[in-house]
Each structure stands twice: as C-alpha cells, then as structure tokens.
C-alpha cells in the first residue's frame, strides 16, 4: 500500500472516531449560544474560536462530520444499489431493456446536477434525509455505466455458460457470479462517490437549501459564516479546511484502491 | 459534416422528450397535488398561484393527459408565470441565461488554455519537480470546495488587497462609462467568478490532458518521429498533441453540465444575476414554474454543448464524419 493511500485512509479512520463519539469529543454543546462570547479568536478555550451567536466552532464541526459521513455513506450506498440494479439488467439482458435503461441515463446525465437537486429540494423540501435521498437518486449513472460494460464482457465467459448448462437461473448468474465478478471499479467509484456526495452537500447547506439550521454541516456553517468573514476569518477557515481534508482523503483512499484492484497498471 | 450534424441534431428528439418526461416526474414528486403543498402548506402562495397551477399542469385529469397538455405549452416555451411578480418564467429565464453562459463559455476558454498546457507538460517531464508540484494543485483544487475558494478569494483579493470587485457584474456608476470602459468594467468584476468557476474543471482537465498525452507519447507513430530525427517541439505539438486532444475535447463537452452546476453556487457567492442565482432565489420562494423552466433550459444548455463538442470533435477526427 502506498503511503498517500494509508494518509487517507488514517484520515478516515479519525473523522469516522470523531462522528461517532461526538458528545466525548465536542468540548461544548454545539448548539450553546452564549452571546457574551461573539466572535472570540482562536484560544485555548475555543480552539477554532465562535461565531456571531458566541457557538463554539470547534464543537459545531465535530457534530457537522456527523452529517457529512452519514449523507455521503448513505447517499453514495443509495445511488451504488441503484447503479448496480441498473447496470446488470442492462448488460445481461441487452437489446430493447439494455437500451431503454441506458438512453435513461444519458438523459439523466443531461442534466447539470444542481439544477436538478435544486428543483426536487423546490418541490419535497430541504432536510437531512430529503438531501440524502436526492443525491442519491442523482448520481448513480457512473455507477450504472461502469457495471453494465464489466457485466458485457463477463455474461460470455465460460463459467457464466456453465453455470447456465448447470441450470442456474438469470436472477441466480446475475447475483452470484457478474455482480461479485464486476464489483472492482463500483467499489472505486463508491469511495470517489463519498467525496463528491459530500462537496455537493456542502454546497446544497451553503445556499441554504440543504440540511438546515441548527442542526451543524460544515456547508451551513459557511454559509453563516460568510455575513462575518469580514470581522472573522476563523468562521469560514476551518470548517473549509475540513471538507478540503476530508475529501482528499475519500480521493487518496479511491486512488489507493483503484491501483490496489488493477495489478497491471503501473502508476504512470 | 453537415450529414453528420442533421444525424446528431434527429439523435436529440428522444432525449428532449426524456427531459421533459423527467422535468414533469420532478414536479409531482410530491405527495399528492402540488399545489397541495405549494398553497395549504405555504402561505406565501395565494389562491391565484394555486388555480394557475391547477390549469398549467391540469391536475385533477389523468397524468398522461396532464404531461401531454404540459408538453404541448412548453413546445412553445410557455412555462406558465412566475409566482413572485407574474412574469412569464422564460421571460425570467432567459433575461438572466447571457451572462451565465458568458461566465461559462470564459471559464471553457480558460481551461483550456490553462489545463492543457499544464498536462502537456506534465506529461513530458513526468516525475519532474514540476509534474509533482502540479499534481498536489490538481489534488488539492480537486478537493476544495468551490464556494470556499469563491470566499477566501473574495476577502483576500477583493476586501484586503482590494484588487478586484466582490460582487454583481458593473459598477453603480456603469451607464457614464465609454463601450471600452463598459466592457472593462464587466471585466474587472468577472476576473475571480470565471477564475473560481474553472479552478475544479481545470484541475480535472490538466490531469486527463496528462494522461492523453502520456498514451500518445508511448505510440509506435512517435517513436517512429523520434528515430527519423525530428525536433522535440515538433513531435510534441505536432504529432502528439493533435491525437491527445481528441478525448479533451469529449471530456470538455461533458464538463458542461458540472459548470452550469457551479453556476448556481458562484452566482450567489458572487451575487451575479444569472440563471442559477435566479434558481435559487425560486426555490426559496417556492417559485415552481420558473423552477420548471430552469431545470428544462439548464438541461437544454447541456445538449447544445454536447452537440457543439461532438462537432467538434468530428471536426477533428474524419473517422466519426465518415465512419459507421
């Protein structure tokens, strides 16, 4: 494994130690006002200082990974289910369902993400679980991509024309044999899908149409934070550095991955 | 060539279809009528919003019938009006569509000649300190937020230094100015929007164009240039670099759709009056036929790029006019 691959993955490791003891690790309540203490600068007491409603910025973030881990774990998983059921009818069936699941998704593709995100946000509403659920409807056409030209290739291979002659039905060969065999570059594009899942995320929180206050996301602490950036540059450093690392990290970790599934490719 | 194109441009009609197909699934999302949601729930839809919702989209017929009688409007670009001022929604679409697309058609123009000579270098002096250098930017603007980098631009460059300006597209006083001084002026407060908007895309883009040029660079056809003792220049922005476009040009066409995306975030950083700040501003006003429209001309935008892209391409390369 390569030393970049294992920074990521360490990365990981953390952030997912911090969202799951959240209360042990946050020194404040997140949502704690207490406007006595506004805008405080980085100190020992506050490590990455408070906001304009004196909320310790530290804490809110701690509890902000929470949310970021979970929508881009349970977004990424949805769009991946969705990818896969897609992808494999597609490839081992071909002809009119192969073709009419695949126009679906160029058209999907057709449309600049945001726009589409935004518009179902317009109509069901912006909450954490609405926000999950559409990013992940609105991404798994990679994914579907991808598993339909592995199950191609697959569905002629001799032990698929085995399995058949042995009486295996087409649900059975799909499951059991060209879904496990083509899983390797699904298995990457999740761990790239994490990364992306969580930018649009932030961005979705940032324009307030995402998850919505007071429940923290780095993308609404920004968004709060830029009415100050002015008066305090704390507000908006870190929380950006936050989403910076961690999807690096989901970047390096699918780097590392792809190379680990590809013996072949050497790294040009 | 021109073949070619009518072929392409008849390819487009089942997609149209698709999209407006998808846009009316998008607007019924919800449970029940719409308007149920957009009138009991909302105060901020009158009574007058609901009935024209019920009879843009006719809601108490069966759904095909409603999506057949929504699609026979839309041919003519009717999308009903908007809730907030009663202006027809394409009318609002399209006064607000020019400088999204200007943003967009710059940012292109500086990917372009950013990222691709950033990847033909890379790619030539792999494992140079350069190559390395570029790959940590490439990795690093990768993973920053754009809206982020939209930010500390902003203060750093336009509220510390005061170099350029951080928000709209003119100055208050822009209707004394010169033509020249007009288009400067736009000039100067596009600089930092087109600059955030291609940093993400130029960083992808350099590292495709990298790995292109690396498996042209490889090909007997460059060696071959090589032995007969051609100068270095020559084979790379000769011979190499016309096939190492190739797949750049695909992949710039299929860029269009996540730059029309970050539209709606630098329009509302920057607070340009395109159409994804407009987007924005209908979602938070529950704004649901202008909502329509930018999702069906956002999708719309995307095709013609990809037809311009693929034109392109067979520009380049005779075996797709010709072939199949």
Known sequence: MNRLTLFGAGIILILALVAIFAPFVAPYDPGAIDVEDALLRPQASHLF??????????????????IALSIGIIAVGIATLLGIMLGSIAGYFGGKIDSVIM????????????????????????????????????????????LRAEVLSLKTREFVLASRALGAGDFYIIVRHLIPNGIGPVLVSFVFGIAGAI?????????????????????????????????????????????????????????????????????? | MLRYITKRILQLIPVLIGITIISF????????????????????????????????????????????????????????RSFVDGRPAIKKILERMPITVLINVLSIILIFFVAIPLGIKSAVRRGSVFDKTSTVFVFIMFAAPGFWLALLLMSFFGVKLGWVPVSGIASLDFENFSILGKILNVGHHLILPVLVASLGSLAG??????????????QDYIRTAWAKGLGEKDILYKHALKNALLPIITI??????????????????????????????????????????GLVISALLTLLGNLIADVAYSYADPRIRYGR
Not at chain 1, 127 to 137: D, H, Q
Not at chain 2, 263 to 289: C, H, K, Q, W
């Open chain 1, 49 to 66: 200082g408070t906001d304009l409603l004196g909320r310790d910025i530290f804490s809110r973030m701690v509890y902000a990974s929470r």
């Open chain 1, 103 to 146: 126009r679906f998704t160029d058209i999907m593709l057709c449309f600049p993400s945001f726009f589409l995100m935004l518009s179902v946000v317009a109509i069901v509403g912006p909450s954490i679980f609405n926000i999950m659920i559409i990013i992940g409807l609105t991404s798994w056409m990679g994914v579907a991509r991808l």
């Open chain 1, 199 to 268: 930018l649009t995320e932030a961005g979705l929180s940032f324009l307030g149409l995402g998850v919505q206050p007071p429940h923290p996301s780095w993308g609404n602490i920004l968004m709060e934070g830029k009415a100050v950036m002015g008066v305090g540059w704390w507000v908006i450093v870190f929380p950006g550095i936050a989403i910076l690392v961690t999807v690096l990290a989901f970047n390096l970790l699918g780097e590392g991955v792809r190379d680990a599934l590809n013996p072949r490719l050497r790294r040009r």
């Open chain 2, 25 to 80: 699934i998008v607007i019924h999302l919800a449970p029940g009528k719409p308007t149920d949601m957009a009138s009991q729930l909302n105060p901020k839809v009158s009574q007058e919003a609901r009935e024209q919702l019920e009879k843009i989209y006719g809601l108490d017929k069966p759904i095909y019938i409603q999506y057949i009688s929504w699609i026979k409007k839309v041919a003519t670009f009717d999308f009903g």
């Open chain 2, 205 to 218: 883009i350099s590292r495709y164009m990298r790995q292109s040029m690396l498996n042209v660079i490889h």
């Open chain 2, 252 to 293: 710039i066409g299929l860029s269009i759709p996540g730059l029309l995306s970050g539209s709606v975030i630098f329009e509302t950083v920057f607070n340009i009056p395109g159409m994804g700040r407009l987007m924005v501003e209908a979602v938070f006003s529950r704004d649901y036929n202008v909502v329509m429209c």
